[in-house]
């Protein structure tokens, strides 16, 4: 027995201090059971799954499930980019998903961290884009390989296109590359932001040049 603080008695407690003391130690017992019975709980589920072989199966139908829906996702994202770029319907026969960078074919690339995120093969009019990259920079990526088709299904002399892009003011980092990204990117530019591009056309000769040479190759495809 306690000397009581509160009551100041000596050698002994009062009920009131008594009862907290014990209310307090019976606290601490129920969280140390509650947290014994939970870890027994979760022991006993994991020993029943394991017998069951569910976690193999899970492991065998869930992460294909999940990386399907992942790949449907991406299909969709495609088929709403491509419905809105109908210039691009005859110069892409394909495009290909692609989960692993060593699945691209050569070391082109798109972005400055040197990781490819997506390709245009202009021999087989095919674009491959990686899928492990944002949804919204997904599409990007996409945008910008549809604009490399439609460069090279309308390009006729390197001179004119050189002419036009290549030179400052560039859109982004990534269009200093050369003229044929620039061109890409001018394109995304265009299809993201309308209205600037009026405005910037306006403002510089340089810029309505790449625009204006875009806007008659969208007008190419279409014919
Ligand atoms: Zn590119």
Redesign the pocket.
């Known amino acids: 027995m306690k000397d009581c603080n509160r009551c100041e008695l000596k050698g002994k407690q009062c009920n009131d201090c008594w009862f907290a003391e014990a209310f307090a130690n019976l606290k601490k017992d129920l969280v140390k059971d509650l947290v014994k019975v939970v870890t027994k709980l979760l022991d006993s589920i994991l020993w029943v799954l394991k017998k069951l072989h569910i976690i193999s199966i899970l492991v065998v139908l869930v992460i294909p499930m999940t990386t399907q829906a992942a790949q449907s996702r991406h299909e969709a994202i495609v088929r709403r980019v491509l419905r809105q770029l109908p210039e691009c319907e005859n110069s892409i026969t394909k495009v290909r998903l692609l989960n692993r960078q060593e699945d691209f074919s050569n070391r ?3 972005g400055m961290d040197f990781k490819l995120y ?3 093969n202009f021999i087989a009019d095919e674009i491959y884009i990686y899928t492990k990259q944002s949804p919204e920079r997904f599409k990007e990526t996409l945008v ?2 549809c ?2 088709a439609v460069d090279y299904a309308t390009r006729t002399d390197n001179k004119l296109q050189e002419k036009a892009f290549g030179r400052e003011p560039f859109l982004s980092v ?1 269009s200093r ?1 050369n003229s ?2 620039d061109f ?2 001018t394109y995304l530019f265009m299809k993201n932001n309308p209205r600037k591009t009026i405005r910037l056309a306006r403002r510089n000769k340089n810029l309505k040049a790449k625009f204006d040479f875009i806007t008659k190759a969208i007008k190419k495809c279409l014919e």
């Open positions: 082109d690339y798109y997506g390709q245009f910008h390989e604009g490399h990534y590359t044929t990204e890409a990117e």
